[in-house]
């Protein structure tokens, strides 16, 4: 411990400041702040010492909490925390200033400005002559500058209502059955399931309340019962309780005239497909199996109804096609291997 010829020593200094979440912090979600408080000398009698926040895109919640409570009174002005001490601070200490914002700003990445800065201001005993660097042997002064000042910044990403992790539509003989799954959802309200001729123009079709804020994996389904003869384009509208929304991508599904109907079931499969119609009877016919990619993995002729063995097959979803004689596709269809 330097000793001056003043007298007593005294100095106080801030440590470790982190930010959590950080790299990236969550747009509208809470941030919390922390950093280390120690006085390094002698106890410091109450000489209304002041620690400052300065916060950048930030909105407050609430004080610091912790052990600063205990010395330490918080006022909160114009976007800024001022802790005021209000009692000695014992030599040698050391505690955990803690507070919550929400992260009301944007930042990217190249110039992140999410964060605080965070600094000492002295007064009475700690000011004035009592001032200077902590450099050298002996130092020039007790009240050492150099670690009074501390910040960090980060930079922002926006969390969906929805994370989205699967989204099918299967066909089932005269109807569209159509299934998704979520990992997460942030104040989500609904889904909105939309259908539409051609992929551009969607109608809703249907409405499924959602689970609101989960992060467990959960499931959903709704049946089309009345699609259109042709092709079928589907997508999820998501929506949240502020009213933003987010699109999944399109599936499709196709349904032939009358007279036309391939039947492919069970649907999931494991281990075999059936896929038969009374056109099948006695009437060449080619079968085509696609992966999901639309890779050809396999070819048959068929004049009758057809069993398709599964088991070379991995779990994902593949495609069923049939086609008439003149090669021209009657029926396409969408089925799942499922996992043994």
């Not at 660097?133 to 130092?139: L, N, S």
């Not at 085509?288 to 890779?295: F, R, S, T």
């Amino acid at each position: 411990m330097p000793i001056l010829a003043f007298g007593q020593c005294y100095d106080a200094s801030l440590s470790n400041l982190t930010l959590t979440p950080s790299d990236p912090a969550i747009l509208n979600q809470p941030l919390t702040i922390e950093f280390t408080f120690c006085n390094d000398l002698e106890a410091l009698p109450d000489d209304d010492l002041q620690i400052v926040f300065t916060p950048n895109k930030l909105t407050q919640t609430g004080p610091p909490t912790g052990d600063a409570a205990i010395y330490f009174d918080w006022f909160y002005f114009f976007g800024t925390w001022t802790g005021t001490q209000k009692a000695e601070i014992p030599a040698g200490i050391c505690f955990q200033v803690t507070t919550t914002y929400i992260v009301s700003e944007a930042s990217d990445m190249a110039s992140p400005q999410v964060g605080t800065s965070v600094n000492i201001q002295p007064s009475g005993i700690m000011s004035g002559t009592n001032t200077g660097t902590c450099e050298g042997d002996p130092p020039t002064a007790c009240f050492c500058v150099e670690d009074d000042n501390i910040s960090m910044f980060t930079w922002t990403e926006e969390i969906l209502p929805v994370k989205l992790s699967s989204f099918e539509v299967i066909k089932q003989r005269n109807t569209s059955l159509i299934v998704w799954e979520t990992t997460s959802e942030v104040n989500t309200d609904y889904f909105d399931v939309e259908r539409s001729p051609n992929g551009q123009s969607f109608q809703r079709i249907d409405q499924v309340k959602s689970a609101g804020r989960s992060n467990d994996l959960k499931h959903y389904q709704t049946v089309d019962q009345n699609p259109f003869i042709g092709k079928n384009y589907y997508r999820l509208k998501m929506v949240d309780l502020d009213g933003k929304t987010e699109y999944s991508q399109i599936r499709s599904v196709e349904f032939s005239e009358p007279g036309r109907n391939f039947s492919i079931y069970p649907n999931p499969a494991n281990e075999y497909i059936y896929i038969g119609s009374p056109e099948l009877d006695g009437e060449q016919h080619t079968l085509e199996l696609l992966n999901e990619q639309g890779k050809l993995l396999m070819t048959n002729q068929v004049s009758a109804s057809k069993k398709v063995d599964l088991n070379s097959l991995l779990p994902g979803l593949y495609i069923v096609r049939i086609l008439n004689k003149e090669g021209k596709l009657i029926q396409s269809e969408r089925f799942i291997k499922a996992d043994l």
